[in-house]
């Protein structure tokens, strides 16, 4: 060494590591699993959502109909007459309430048809509605606990109910039932009696008219 050089660092020399092969065996799938999902778009990391969430457990509740609700014994079509609901009575049938003259159609937000005879012989009001607005009994039974009037009773086989929503307005004439010909759809059957005992026996009529309404779909089914 000459005078004034500085001395050479000292290399220093570390043993090659060797990783052992078992762990090269677990390292290699695992690394695989992870570049599958990296192509497939998915994502390591996140939050599982539980699949009974509020939100999927309430639509499945308000599609599925309460248990208290009857089933119709055999299901109606009703397309023929909602493109023509005043021929879901006929005329021999309209004669029996002494309604003579033509009904008036509708369709919002329902199809639906009016009879109104108040001077004459019948003095009475009708109105049938294919309620293909709503859903059926299901729909009357869910809210039930809302309504004025709600007493479930049986047409022609078929369920049905006495309903009024707001008020009773039995003591005036008017009496509405609802039944069903599917288990998502329902008709409506209302009279208007305008006779001086409207008051005595103001759902007799509706019935009878109801039973009608079902003798017709039966037969066109």
Not at 92 to 108: H, S
Not at 181 to 195: A, E, G, Y
Request: aromatic fraction near 4%; proline fraction near 10%.
């Amino acid at each position: 060494m000459t005078a004034g050089a500085h001395p050479s660092p000292r290399r220093h020399t570390f043993p090659e590591l060797t990783v052992p092969k078992r762990i090269t065996k677990i390292a290699v799938p695992l690394l695989g699993t992870l570049l599958l999902a990296s192509c497939a778009g998915g994502s390591v990391r996140g939050t599982a959502q539980p699949t009974n969430s509020p939100a999927n457990g309430a639509s499945a509740s308000s599609d599925a109909p309460p248990s208290d609700v009857p089933r119709v014994p055999k299901a109606l079509d009703t397309t023929r007459f909602q493109q023509d609901p005043c021929t879901i009575l006929t005329p021999a049938q309209l004669q029996g309430f002494k309604l003579g003259e033509p009904g008036t159609a509708y369709q919002n937000p329902a199809p639906s048809c009016s009879w109104s005879d108040s001077s004459g012989p019948a003095r009475m009001g009708l109105t049938v509605t294919i309620a293909t607005d709503r859903d059926g009994l299901a729909g009357l039974y869910r809210r039930q606990k809302t309504y004025k009037v709600f007493e479930p009773l049986t047409i022609e086989g078929y369920p049905a109910t006495v309903v009024a929503a707001a008020r009773d307005q039995r003591p005036e004439g008017v009496c509405d039932v609802e039944f069903a010909v599917t288990d998502k759809l329902s008709i409506s059957v209302q009279t208007s009696l305008q006779t001086a005992d409207r008051a005595a026996n103001p759902c007799g009529p509706t019935k009878t008219a109801a039973t009608e309404v079902l003798k017709t779909l039966k037969a066109a089914n």
